[in-house]
């Protein structure tokens, strides 16, 4: 009797074992299935929000384009795609739309030489006081941001050791050297930037500093700084406008031409250059020319939030003398 009941007992605690284990595989089988029904639908989300964002930005070029604004020599003040942010509500997020005047900020990229063997001589002497005059102007322009002296100059110096070929340091400057030396090594991109996100890998720049620099500089795919749109300047960016136009125009007075400005905004080149704050700068022909009415540069920014999902697309377009655009670059990520 002993013996049957151990028998009896074994069975049962190996009976109890088995369906303990079994009841731990299903959960894990459960806890796995869970996981991956919901990665499968943050999957389907991205993807969705990716679409939705392409085709928001599809909706903006379209938007421009039949706008008329391409079509025209001068581009208005009062231009629909000026008017801010274009929310779409969704029955769970939203997607937000919204176009930049890219040809309103200081292109880093021209701040630095190209490499010009085989260009003319004058041709080479023109640019070269060009980038002279542009780097004087990104340091008028970093003292009006507050940016100290000693910051804007070393600064300065490391985007040009970032961009230009060799590994002679600019006074201030960083090269591979000094890259190397870090705990997570890298190198001197020596090609002009990409992004402007480029510049926090310079050892001067810190979280403030980038921030201060962000709404002003931009980075296009040329050597050379784009003249601004006086009709599509903000108010906001009257620092532009006395930096990038002659150091006679000092802030306040450059954003009284703005404040002034028709309502619509100038009608020709002839009527800007009327305003007298303007007219007492006495600019030559070739110093006008910093000044359009006319945009070449855009960006087309689109967030997308969609439940949990959050997609940010950015696309630089260029506008050509047919009234095309033509997409140079997009990047794309959360935000």
């Not at 384009?65 to 391409?70: F, I, K």
């Not at 274009?86 to 880093?108: S, T, Y």
């Not at 006074?171 to 992004?195: I, K, S």
């Not at 002659?246 to 250059?273: I, K, M, N, Q």
Request: glycine share 6%.
């Amino acid at each position: 009797m002993r013996a049957r009941t151990s028998e009896r007992g074994t069975a049962l605690i190996a009976a109890l074992l088995l369906v303990a284990l079994m009841a731990a595989v299903a959960v894990q089988l459960m806890d796995v299935t869970r996981f991956a029904a919901f990665r499968t639908a943050q999957i389907d989300q991205r993807a969705q929000a990716v679409w939705m964002a392409r085709g928001a930005r599809d909706l903006a070029e379209a938007a421009f384009l039949n706008a008329g604004a391409p079509g025209r020599s001068v581009m208005r003040s009062d231009e629909l795609w000026l008017a801010g942010p274009v929310v779409f509500p969704l029955e769970n997020g939203q997607v937000v739309g919204e176009i930049h005047d890219r040809n309103n900020c200081l292109n880093i990229n021209a701040l630095v030489a190209p490499d010009t063997d085989g260009d003319d001589p004058l041709e080479r002497e023109a640019r070269s006081s060009d980038i002279q005059w542009l780097r004087q102007a990104f340091l008028s322009l970093s003292l009006e941001l507050g940016v100290p002296a000693g910051e804007a100059e070393t600064l300065l110096a490391q985007i040009t050791d970032w961009i230009d070929a060799d590994q002679s340091a600019e006074p201030g400057g960083a090269e591979d050297r000094t890259y190397g030396a870090y705990a997570q090594p890298y190198r001197a991109a020596n090609q002009p930037f990409v992004e402007l996100e480029e510049l926090r890998a310079l050892p001067v720049m810190t979280p403030s500093l980038y921030a201060a620099y962000r709404p002003v500089l931009c980075v296009l795919p040329l050597a050379e700084q784009p003249p601004l749109n006086i009709n599509t300047l903000s108010l906001d960016q009257s620092l532009l406008l006395s930096a990038l136009v002659h150091e006679d125009l000092d802030p306040a007075d450059a954003e009284t031409v703005l404040f002034r400005r028709p309502p619509a905004g100038y009608d020709s080149a002839e009527d800007v250059w009327a305003d007298p704050l303007m007219a007492q700068l006495d600019l030559s022909d070739a110093e006008k020319t910093r000044l359009t009415l006319r945009s070449r540069w855009f960006e087309m920014a689109v967030r997308v939030q969609l439940a949990e999902t959050r997609f940010h697309m950015t696309e630089l377009a260029e506008l050509n003398e047919g009234g095309d655009l033509r997409r140079h670059s997009q990047r794309f990520g959360a935000f």
